[in-house]
């Protein structure tokens, strides 16, 4: 299996609703990263897990709680968001932590937050 | 700090063609290259990617890319096109111990049948 899965593909939440995005592997990689994407912009960092301990969080909203329940899985939950929070978020993965090792990606969950 | 350049936000070319995407790089020490491609709606997947060794670097879909450290530039090229390979290409670095891969702003890529 050398696939990311992300489910849902696409989401429409409330501003005042909660929400989790679902990640994962079963490549064995110990390191995970959520990316957000605007229209026409490229991805963007927002989290990094690495042997399911948090080791970056780019100054992200608290509105938005990552979690890694174990090596294979990983979610974005979502929570009062505003509407400039719409986008594509993507998961990925990598062997380890690292940026030498290029990332695996998901196809990506459609956020539109009205 | 890190920072990728593209200078083409979008290249046409024929169906058949040649081509060749542009990457500048600036990063002080031995970057990690990588070049993505993006269909619409979709993830990203790795065509490619650069971090020692041969300057000339072969990926999947008949791709390669050439790292030229002296010109800071990791430029792609395909020697005959496909309509299938429509879609948006990004650039992006790394480095040894970095957790951040630092991608370009893209190249859109448009096939003429």
């Known amino acids: 299996d050398t696939e990311v899965t992300q489910t849902p593909k696409h989401l429409v939440m409330g501003m005042t609703n909660k929400k989790s995005l679902k990640c994962e592997q079963h490549m064995g990689h110990r390191a995970m990263y959520w990316y957000k994407q605007k229209a026409k912009k490229p991805p963007e960092l927002m989290f990094v897990y690495s042997y399911e301990k948090l080791s970056i969080n780019e100054s992200v909203p608290s509105r938005f709680s990552p979690e890694c329940p174990n090596s294979s899985l990983l979610n974005l939950h979502l929570h009062a968001l505003q509407p400039e929070d719409s986008a594509l978020y993507l998961c990925a993965s990598s062997p380890h932590r690292g940026a030498n090792y290029g990332y695996t990606f998901g196809s990506g969950t459609r956020l539109t937050v009205v | ?113």
């Open chain 2, 1 to 113: 700090a890190q920072s990728v350049t593209q200078p083409d936000i979008h290249i046409t070319v024929s169906e058949g063609a040649s081509l060749e995407l542009r990457c500048n790089y600036s990063y002080g020490a031995t970057p990690y290259l990588f070049w993505y491609v993006q269909s619409p709606g979709q993830g990203l997947q790795l065509l490619l990617k650069y971090f020692s060794g041969d300057t000339l670097v072969q990926g999947i879909k008949g791709f390669e890319a050439e790292f030229k450290r002296s010109q800071s530039s990791f430029n792609l090229r395909k020697p005959s096109v496909h309509w299938s390979d429509a879609a948006e290409y990004f650039c992006a670095v790394g480095a040894l111990r970095d957790d951040k891969i630092i991608f370009g702003k893209g190249t859109r890529l448009h096939i003429l049948p």
